[in-house]
Protein backbone atom coordinates (compact mmCIF):
# COMPACT_ATOMS: atom_id res chain seq x y z
CA UNK A 1 0.00 0.00 0.00
CA UNK A 2 3.22 2.27 0.77
CA UNK A 3 4.71 1.65 -1.71
CA UNK A 4 2.05 2.23 -4.25
CA UNK A 5 1.50 5.47 -2.83
CA UNK A 6 5.16 6.31 -3.31
CA UNK A 7 4.52 5.49 -6.51
CA UNK A 8 1.87 7.45 -7.38
CA UNK A 9 3.62 10.79 -5.32
CA UNK A 10 6.77 10.32 -7.63
CA UNK A 11 4.55 9.80 -10.68
CA UNK A 12 2.81 12.85 -9.94
CA UNK A 13 5.95 14.73 -8.83
CA UNK A 14 7.74 13.93 -12.04
CA UNK A 15 4.41 14.68 -13.69
CA UNK A 16 4.45 18.82 -12.69
CA UNK A 17 8.33 18.95 -12.71
CA UNK A 18 7.28 18.80 -16.15
CA UNK A 19 5.06 21.77 -16.73
CA UNK A 20 6.02 25.50 -17.17
CA UNK A 21 5.47 28.31 -16.30
CA UNK A 22 4.39 31.02 -18.53
CA UNK A 23 3.35 34.89 -18.14
CA UNK A 24 2.32 37.15 -20.53
CA UNK A 25 2.33 41.48 -20.31
CA UNK A 26 -0.08 43.19 -22.85
CA UNK A 27 1.52 46.47 -23.09
CA UNK A 28 0.36 49.84 -25.61
CA UNK A 29 2.77 50.36 -28.63
CA UNK A 30 1.30 52.84 -31.06
CA UNK A 31 2.98 56.03 -30.25
CA UNK A 32 -0.14 57.93 -30.83
CA UNK A 33 0.32 59.75 -27.84
CA UNK A 34 -2.52 58.18 -25.95
CA UNK A 35 -1.10 55.92 -23.94
CA UNK A 36 2.76 55.37 -23.65
CA UNK A 37 4.67 53.11 -25.06
CA UNK A 38 6.65 50.28 -23.55
CA UNK A 39 9.43 48.65 -25.52
CA UNK A 40 12.80 46.60 -24.79
CA UNK A 41 14.64 48.09 -27.40
CA UNK A 42 16.22 51.26 -28.27
CA UNK A 43 13.90 53.62 -30.64
CA UNK A 44 14.86 55.18 -34.02
CA UNK A 45 13.57 58.92 -33.40
CA UNK A 46 15.05 61.45 -31.09
CA UNK A 47 14.44 61.61 -27.75
CA UNK A 48 14.81 63.85 -24.19
CA UNK A 49 15.75 60.93 -21.51
CA UNK A 50 13.84 61.90 -18.23
CA UNK A 51 15.18 59.47 -16.21
CA UNK A 52 15.45 55.88 -15.09
CA UNK A 53 12.30 54.24 -13.43
CA UNK A 54 12.12 50.69 -11.42
CA UNK A 55 9.02 49.45 -10.13
CA UNK A 56 8.92 46.07 -7.81
CA UNK A 57 5.47 44.75 -6.56
CA UNK A 58 5.80 42.47 -3.67
CA UNK A 59 2.71 40.03 -2.05
CA UNK A 60 2.03 36.86 -1.28
CA UNK A 61 0.03 33.91 -3.86
CA UNK A 62 -2.17 32.11 -2.14
CA UNK A 63 -2.36 28.26 -3.07
CA UNK A 64 0.04 28.92 -6.06
CA UNK A 65 -3.02 30.69 -8.38
CA UNK A 66 -4.59 33.42 -6.12
CA UNK A 67 -2.59 36.45 -6.51
CA UNK A 68 -4.43 39.19 -4.58
CA UNK A 69 -1.54 41.72 -4.70
CA UNK A 70 -0.47 41.50 -8.41
CA UNK A 71 2.69 40.31 -8.43
CA UNK A 72 2.88 38.95 -12.10
CA UNK A 73 4.10 41.14 -15.55
CA UNK A 74 1.27 42.52 -16.28
CA UNK A 75 0.36 44.19 -13.04
CA UNK A 76 3.77 45.46 -13.37
CA UNK A 77 3.42 46.91 -16.71
CA UNK A 78 0.10 48.65 -16.00
CA UNK A 79 1.77 50.11 -12.68
CA UNK A 80 4.66 51.56 -15.17
CA UNK A 81 1.99 53.37 -17.52
CA UNK A 82 0.64 56.21 -14.80
CA UNK A 83 4.39 56.34 -13.33
CA UNK A 84 5.49 56.71 -16.85
CA UNK A 85 3.02 59.69 -17.37
CA UNK A 86 3.54 61.31 -14.08
CA UNK A 87 7.60 62.19 -15.39
CA UNK A 88 6.05 63.70 -18.00
CA UNK A 89 7.18 60.96 -20.51
CA UNK A 90 6.06 59.29 -23.90
CA UNK A 91 7.33 55.67 -23.52
CA UNK A 92 9.94 53.37 -21.83
CA UNK A 93 12.73 52.35 -23.58
CA UNK A 94 14.97 49.81 -22.78
CA UNK A 95 12.77 47.72 -20.33
CA UNK A 96 14.04 44.46 -18.31
CA UNK A 97 11.80 42.73 -16.31
CA UNK A 98 11.97 39.73 -13.94
CA UNK A 99 8.89 37.83 -12.00
CA UNK A 100 9.16 35.50 -9.54
CA UNK A 101 7.26 31.89 -11.20
CA UNK A 102 7.03 28.77 -9.77
CA UNK A 103 6.30 25.39 -10.98
CA UNK A 104 3.04 23.29 -10.31
CA UNK A 105 5.21 21.27 -8.30
CA UNK A 106 6.20 24.60 -6.08
CA UNK A 107 2.49 25.09 -6.19
CA UNK A 108 1.52 22.26 -4.65
CA UNK A 109 3.60 21.79 -1.77
CA UNK A 110 3.05 25.68 -1.19
CA UNK A 111 0.16 23.55 1.33
CA UNK A 112 3.16 23.34 3.79
CA UNK A 113 3.85 27.23 3.93
CA UNK A 114 -0.15 27.38 4.62
CA UNK A 115 -0.72 27.86 0.93
CA UNK A 116 1.63 31.47 0.71
CA UNK A 117 4.34 31.92 -1.68
CA UNK A 118 5.82 35.36 -1.62
CA UNK A 119 5.63 36.68 -5.25
CA UNK A 120 7.66 39.66 -6.88
CA UNK A 121 7.56 41.41 -10.09
CA UNK A 122 10.14 43.57 -10.87
CA UNK A 123 10.32 46.37 -13.80
CA UNK A 124 13.13 48.53 -15.01
CA UNK A 125 13.71 51.04 -17.90
CA UNK A 126 14.42 54.73 -18.96
CA UNK A 127 11.95 57.20 -19.20
CA UNK A 128 12.10 58.76 -22.47
CA UNK A 129 10.16 62.18 -24.34
CA UNK A 130 9.85 62.21 -27.82
CA UNK A 131 11.74 65.31 -29.19
CA UNK A 132 8.94 67.74 -31.15
CA UNK A 133 10.25 68.97 -34.31
CA UNK A 134 11.76 72.41 -33.94
CA UNK A 135 12.55 72.04 -30.43
CA UNK A 136 15.65 73.23 -29.12
CA UNK A 137 18.57 71.29 -27.42
CA UNK A 138 18.93 70.95 -23.58
CA UNK A 139 22.18 71.71 -21.34
CA UNK A 140 24.19 68.11 -20.83
CA UNK A 141 23.18 65.51 -18.35
CA UNK A 142 26.37 65.96 -16.75
CA UNK B 1 -3.26 32.12 29.89
CA UNK B 2 -2.51 34.31 27.13
CA UNK B 3 -3.08 38.66 27.96
CA UNK B 4 -5.77 40.17 26.21
CA UNK B 5 -4.21 42.03 23.31
CA UNK B 6 -4.38 45.94 22.95
CA UNK B 7 -6.43 47.49 20.47
CA UNK B 8 -3.01 48.93 18.73
CA UNK B 9 -1.48 45.53 18.73
CA UNK B 10 -4.52 43.87 17.34
CA UNK B 11 -4.81 46.62 14.53
CA UNK B 12 -1.24 46.04 13.68
CA UNK B 13 -1.07 42.48 13.53
CA UNK B 14 -4.40 43.08 11.15
CA UNK B 15 -2.24 45.83 9.22
CA UNK B 16 0.68 43.08 9.13
CA UNK B 17 -1.73 40.07 7.84
CA UNK B 18 -3.42 42.20 5.02
CA UNK B 19 -1.03 44.37 3.39
CA UNK B 20 1.11 41.63 1.80
CA UNK B 21 -2.59 40.37 0.75
CA UNK B 22 -2.79 44.12 -1.10
CA UNK B 23 0.94 44.22 -1.96
CA UNK B 24 2.73 47.58 -1.97
CA UNK B 25 5.27 48.91 -4.69
CA UNK B 26 8.74 50.32 -4.11
CA UNK B 27 9.26 52.63 -7.22
CA UNK B 28 13.29 53.64 -7.18
CA UNK B 29 13.89 56.69 -9.70
CA UNK B 30 17.49 58.06 -11.25
CA UNK B 31 17.92 60.94 -12.95
CA UNK B 32 18.19 61.66 -16.24
CA UNK B 33 20.67 60.05 -19.17
CA UNK B 34 21.62 61.83 -22.18
CA UNK B 35 19.33 62.52 -25.36
CA UNK B 36 19.44 60.81 -28.17
CA UNK B 37 20.94 62.38 -30.02
CA UNK B 38 23.28 64.11 -28.22
CA UNK B 39 23.79 68.15 -29.29
CA UNK B 40 26.09 69.11 -26.24
CA UNK B 41 28.77 66.81 -26.92
CA UNK B 42 30.13 67.24 -23.39
CA UNK B 43 30.37 65.59 -20.51
CA UNK B 44 30.24 61.08 -20.67
CA UNK B 45 27.51 59.90 -22.76
CA UNK B 46 25.48 57.73 -21.04
CA UNK B 47 22.58 55.61 -22.11
CA UNK B 48 20.14 52.63 -21.73
CA UNK B 49 20.66 51.96 -25.65
CA UNK B 50 23.08 51.87 -28.43
CA UNK B 51 25.28 54.93 -29.48
CA UNK B 52 24.70 57.67 -31.60
CA UNK B 53 27.27 57.82 -33.23
CA UNK B 54 29.76 55.31 -34.78
CA UNK B 55 32.28 53.72 -32.16
CA UNK B 56 34.60 50.99 -30.35
CA UNK B 57 34.45 48.98 -27.50
CA UNK B 58 36.67 49.59 -24.93
CA UNK B 59 35.23 47.85 -22.50
CA UNK B 60 32.55 46.31 -19.86
CA UNK B 61 31.53 47.69 -16.10
CA UNK B 62 29.79 46.74 -13.50
CA UNK B 63 29.36 48.99 -10.53
CA UNK B 64 27.71 47.27 -7.36
CA UNK B 65 26.87 49.99 -4.84
CA UNK B 66 25.85 49.37 -1.33
CA UNK B 67 24.56 50.79 1.52
CA UNK B 68 21.95 50.54 4.28
CA UNK B 69 18.61 51.69 5.15
CA UNK B 70 18.70 52.46 8.64
CA UNK B 71 14.97 52.35 10.88
CA UNK B 72 13.23 52.48 7.58
CA UNK B 73 14.23 56.44 7.26
CA UNK B 74 17.79 56.87 6.33
CA UNK B 75 19.56 55.35 3.42
CA UNK B 76 23.45 55.45 4.04
CA UNK B 77 26.28 54.08 1.53
CA UNK B 78 26.41 53.75 -2.20
CA UNK B 79 23.41 52.52 -2.67
CA UNK B 80 21.89 55.11 -4.72
CA UNK B 81 21.29 54.81 -8.44
CA UNK B 82 22.41 57.85 -9.30
CA UNK B 83 24.98 58.18 -6.97
CA UNK B 84 26.66 54.87 -9.10
CA UNK B 85 25.73 55.49 -12.67
CA UNK B 86 26.71 59.21 -12.48
CA UNK B 87 29.70 58.74 -10.57
CA UNK B 88 31.42 55.64 -9.90
CA UNK B 89 30.08 54.40 -13.62
CA UNK B 90 31.17 57.45 -15.89
CA UNK B 91 34.30 57.68 -13.57
CA UNK B 92 35.46 54.31 -14.61
CA UNK B 93 34.27 55.53 -18.46
CA UNK B 94 37.05 58.49 -17.76
CA UNK B 95 39.46 56.30 -16.39
CA UNK B 96 39.76 54.00 -19.48
CA UNK B 97 39.72 56.95 -21.54
CA UNK B 98 35.83 56.45 -23.11
CA UNK B 99 33.60 59.06 -24.20
CA UNK B 100 30.26 57.28 -23.37
CA UNK B 101 28.77 54.05 -21.31
CA UNK B 102 25.84 52.46 -23.72
CA UNK B 103 23.45 49.80 -22.82
CA UNK B 104 23.12 50.43 -19.41
CA UNK B 105 21.43 48.31 -17.48
CA UNK B 106 20.49 48.79 -13.59
CA UNK B 107 18.71 46.78 -10.44
CA UNK B 108 18.24 47.92 -7.63
CA UNK B 109 18.33 44.52 -5.90
CA UNK B 110 16.26 45.05 -2.43
CA UNK B 111 13.95 47.76 -2.76
CA UNK B 112 12.19 48.94 0.16
CA UNK B 113 8.00 49.33 -0.47
CA UNK B 114 6.51 51.99 2.04
CA UNK B 115 5.25 49.67 4.17
CA UNK B 116 8.16 48.17 4.74
CA UNK B 117 9.92 51.33 6.06
CA UNK B 118 7.06 52.03 7.99
CA UNK B 119 7.25 48.37 9.85
CA UNK B 120 10.97 49.13 10.52
CA UNK B 121 10.75 52.15 11.60
CA UNK B 122 7.78 50.89 14.21
CA UNK B 123 10.41 47.99 14.97
CA UNK B 124 13.07 50.48 15.76
CA UNK B 125 10.32 52.91 17.74
CA UNK B 126 9.42 50.24 19.79
CA UNK B 127 12.67 48.74 20.55
CA UNK B 128 13.87 52.20 21.36
CA UNK B 129 11.21 52.18 23.87
CA UNK B 130 11.10 49.19 25.56
CA UNK B 131 14.88 49.73 26.37
CA UNK B 132 16.32 46.95 24.18
CA UNK B 133 18.16 49.69 21.97
CA UNK B 134 18.36 47.95 18.69
CA UNK B 135 17.85 49.97 15.22
CA UNK B 136 16.57 48.14 12.69
CA UNK B 137 18.88 47.88 9.40
CA UNK B 138 18.14 46.17 6.24
CA UNK B 139 21.04 45.89 3.18
CA UNK B 140 20.50 47.74 0.31
CA UNK B 141 22.55 46.77 -3.27
CA UNK B 142 22.44 48.56 -6.34
CA UNK B 143 23.78 46.77 -9.45
CA UNK B 144 24.74 48.37 -12.91
CA UNK B 145 26.48 47.34 -16.14
CA UNK B 146 27.32 49.17 -19.39
CA UNK B 147 29.52 48.42 -22.21
CA UNK B 148 32.56 51.25 -22.56
CA UNK B 149 32.97 53.04 -25.46
CA UNK B 150 35.12 55.54 -27.33
CA UNK B 151 33.30 57.42 -30.45
CA UNK B 152 35.37 57.37 -33.67
CA UNK B 153 34.04 60.14 -35.49
Not at chain 1, 59 to 77: E, H, K, R, S
Not at chain 1, 109 to 134: A, D, H, K, N
Not at chain 2, 80 to 103: F, M, N, P, W, Y
Amino acid sequence: MSRDLVVAAAGLAALLTGCTAVNTAYVPTARDGRDPFITSGNIQEPYQSLGLLQVTRKGVIIFGAIDPAGTDLNAGFQEMLPRIRQMGGDGLINVRWNQTQYTALARVFSIFLLGMLPGEVTITGEVVRLRRPGEPARGPSL
Amino acid sequence: MMEPRSLTTRLLLLVAAVVPLIGCSAVVRGQRLSDRPDDTGRGVYLSTGGSPKPYRTLGFVQVTGEGRTVAGMVDVGDAGLDGVIRGTLAQEASKLGGDGVIHIEFLDENPQTDYERLQQAAQTVNSLASGQGQVEQRRRTVVVTGEIIKFTQ
